[in-house]
């Protein structure tokens, strides 16, 4: 049975005392301070190597522009998934509050108001005067991420299914809120002049194909109408509003063929060599770094061989749709790109797996919600016009 040892664990601010027992009357308090200054500054680091993981693997400044990206998704703020799905319930609730967040402070995890802890179930159990208890979060958690099979230790295949699941969930989540908000006559779908109301009928029968005009959004509601009934379901409204996490595949060649408009430098609609590493393969680099692990990636002339399947020396939607997932990644791909971090930051054995006392030993980044500030073209690609 998965539970507490008799150890004192202090972690995140956050004291956690079961009995003590007499093997631990000789640690002097200074001794004690020691270790606990020890564990402060440990934690500050690991919170600093990964806000400077994710800038250095961030093609942010690489053409010198200052796009605000992914934070500005529908008036959502794109964050790595939290690893606690009971984190993500609080901050559900304090945002149906409109309170933007209810934590406070995210080395402590101290949450303002205590109500928001009384109206979740069971939640009280795990917080101590606002403090979550995320040592014991652990112990309950762990044995719920270790299910394939349950052998004592978590592999990167059950971390990553555990992150796909919470991303589900929060993908769930915003769409059902934004369908709630759009859906005026309440009858379960999205129209496109629910949902984009600014433009007039005329406007649609012009069929502008700027970015951001009608009939740009026109084609985009189309895509994810799959049986073309003229409005959205839930599923078809989840591939409109996040289109990088969709599979589907008119969806996809949309994005990618909005990804190449802004590589195209002679507009002819295909990249060529030089077109595709001054932008394509610095994206897909910086992400098949961190997903390798610092392994060989394949050079730019490698990668565009590679992609190049009727050697004419071009590059068309068909033939970037491999990349896709590295120039246009959304919330279940970065899914994929966490599990690797928190393994390379906590596996201390290097076995590839983590144990419940690895995951304790490092417990602060399970727990660390980092801001993403990855800023790309592709993000103004669809949402910056809403």
Known sequence: MWGPSN????????????PTSPMHAHISPFVLALSLMANAVVYTLIATAFFIIMVLFSPSKQHGRDHRGLNRRLGYEFRI???????????????????EDPI???????????????????????F??????TTLRLYILFPLIDKA?????????????????????????TTQKEMASRDKDVDGAIAFNEYLPQFSKEDIEKNGMGHGEAGWWKEQFD????????????????????????????IQKWLLREKIKRMDYDGDGKLNFEEFLSHAYDIYKNYADFESRGADVPTAEEKFAELDVNKDKLL????????????????????????????????????GNLSLDEMLNHEHIFYNT??????????????DEL
Do not use: C, M
């Not at 998934?81 to 309170?99: C, W």
């Open 7 to 18: 150890q004192t664990k202090k972690t995140n601010n956050i004291v956690y005392r079961p």
């Open 149 to 173: 099979p349950a052998d004592g230790v978590v592999s990167f295949k059950e971390l990553e299914a555990w992150f796909e699941h919470q991303a589900h969930q929060r993908l769930n989540y």
């Open 128 to 133: 101590s005067e606002g403090k979550l208890n």
């Open 316 to 351: 068309v939607v068909e033939e970037l749709k491999p990349i896709l997932g590295y120039l246009h990644p959304g919330e279940l791909t970065y899914a994929k790109y966490y599990t690797s971090y928190l393994i390379h930051e906590a596996d201390d054995n290097k076995d």
């Open 223 to 250: 895509n994810a109408d799959i049986d073309q009934s003229g409005s959205l379901s839930f599923d078809e409204f989840k591939d409109f509003l996040h289109p990088e996490d969709s599979g589907n595949e008119k």
């Open 81 to 99: 998934t939290n690893f606690d799905p009971l984190v993500s319930k609080l901050e559900r609730l304090a945002e149906n509050r409109g309170q």
């Open 370 to 383: 980092v801001f993403d500030e990855i800023k790309e073209d592709y993000d103004d690609d669809f949402h």
């Open 104 to 126: 406070i402070s995210t080395t402590s995890f101290h949450f303002e108001n205590s109500s928001f802890v009384d109206e979740v179930d069971d939640a009280y159990e795990y």
